[in-house]
């Protein structure tokens, strides 16, 4: 285990003693059983106890269809996975929501790099290298649709569309990283999106092609 494993392991320790017990669609249960938070008062659940698990019970939503964005809110029910320590919990934390937990201790340390959506389209090449030329209303009409966290995504957005110029097609509560993106009021620890994803880029080309 890497050094930095060992620190994403002491956040998550000191996040649940502070009884900060969510994270996503995931409700921590105890110390280390996690299940869906729809399925808190189930008693039939499914059991599993590898962290590797996470990663097929991530796979579907359920209808059985592939779920190619991990923080979206279609994380299928009836599932209890029961771990044995921190190192078990970290490990599943990022089969469920790939890279979140390191993504998280980065943001706290303050060493986490905000890259504006102009700077990733401009990264662009090929058949993508059109995204540059999406405008500022398209990209605002885009991200309220793809990333909203009601059945978009659930990460909280740290980037802007470009230095100057914000997101103002969501709810401030979307770029805030003390909100619960459900929507509910308890505390939950936050999936934190620094930089646009390649699903939104995919749909960025699609909408500048479109119009």
Known sequence: MTKTHS????????????GVNRIGEILIRGEFELLHHADADRSDLQFFNNPEDAREIAKYDESGNFRPLKTAPNLRCGWKLVLRDLHELREALDCFYPAMPGVL????????????????????????????????????????GFCRSDNGCLKTILWR?????????????????????????????????????NLLVAAARNKVKSE
């Open 7 to 18: 620190q994403i392991e002491t956040l998550l320790a000191a996040l649940l003693q502070r």
């Open 105 to 144: 201790f980065a943001h706290e340390c303050s060493a986490l790099e905000v890259v504006d959506l102009r700077e990733t389209l401009n990264r662009q090449t090929g058949m993508y290298a059109v995204t540059k030329k999406i405008s500022n209303k398209q990209a605002n009409e885009l991200i309220a």
């Open 161 to 197: 569309i470009d230095a100057n110029t914000p997101v103002t097609s969501l709810p401030p509560c979307k770029f805030d990283p003390a909100a619960n993106q459900l929507g509910q009021s308890v505390l939950a620890i936050p999936l934190l999106c620094h930089e646009a994803c």
